[in-house]
């Protein structure tokens, strides 16, 4: 069974700063797009920023300059760095792997920025 864990979320005061992680199993890492998603309250699931299997990355407008996206396909890990943060970015951060046959998500991992 795939497992996509995500890991580091947590409370952060604003201007800080948090990683998040995203563990693969049960996949060939290397071969899948990685992605992370953000939904707040009441709002819908959004990008976040993506990575692809040849280390291509792209941003949401929100989060560029901000976050940084990187992925270790030996740890078959993908990473979210977090800098600067508002309390906008308060959310349940998803981490995604997509290929154009398969598609998983994680389970979710709550960042809170707050003073």
């Known amino acids: 069974q795939v497992q996509l864990v995500e890991s580091g979320g947590g409370l952060v005061q604003p201007g800080g700063s948090l990683r998040v992680s995203c563990a693969a199993s049960?996949?060939?890492?290397?071969?899948?797009?990685m992605g992370w998603y953000r939904q707040a309250l009441g709002k819908e699931r959004e990008l976040v920023a993506v990575?692809?299997?040849?280390?291509?990355?792209n941003y949401a407008d929100s989060v560029q300059g901000r976050f940084i996206i990187s992925r270790d396909n030996g740890k078959k890990t993908v990473y979210l760095q977090m800098n600067s943060l508002k309390p906008e970015d308060t959310a349940v951060y998803y981490c995604?792997?997509?290929?154009?046959?398969?598609?998983?998500w994680g389970q979710g991992i709550q960042v809170t920025v707050s003073s």
């Open positions: 049960r996949i060939t890492f290397r071969l899948y797009d």
């Open positions: 990575i692809s299997s040849g280390g291509i990355t």
């Open positions: 995604k792997a997509e290929t154009h046959v398969n598609v998983y």
